[in-house]
């Protein structure tokens, strides 16, 4: 059993940054892919970053573009999504996965969840 808690969403002006972080409890991070996840009012839940045991990290190009940046510290047992440039559209409550497969983008994939963090772009 894994349990995840994201933090450091808020509001932000567009141009902006923030890093999210995601703690996760158990001794077995170590052993997950985690993933970064967010969903927009009134649209499906979308896969943005992810990251292998090993710190191969994957990325949602169309929406990310370059400017997330997914890393994670195993003797933290954390998580982290650093956003730069963030632009309105980026507004969503920004969930935090772990699965057991490797590097996969599929939400039900994911075995784990947390409970979310809202980010607010303003222009």
């Known amino acids: 059993q894994v349990q995840l808690v994201e933090s450091g969403g808020g509001l932000v002006q567009a141009g902006g940054s923030l890093r999210l972080s995601c703690a996760a409890s158990g001794r077995t991070f170590s052993s997950y892919t985690m993933g970064w996840f967010r969903q927009a009012p009134g649209k499906e839940r979308e896969f943005v970053a992810g990251i292998s045991v090993r710190g191969i990290d994957i990325y949602n190009t169309d929406s990310v573009k370059g400017r997330f940046t997914i890393s994670r510290d195993n003797a933290k047992n954390t998580v982290y999504l650093q956003m730069n440039s963030l632009q309105p559209e980026d507004t969503a409550v920004y969930y935090c996965?772990?699965?057991?497969?490797?590097?996969?983008?599929?939400?039900?994939?994911?075995?784990?969840w947390g409970q979310g963090t809202q980010v607010t772009v303003s222009s």
């Open positions: 996965a772990a699965s057991r497969s490797w590097l996969v983008r599929t939400t039900t994939m994911y075995d784990y």
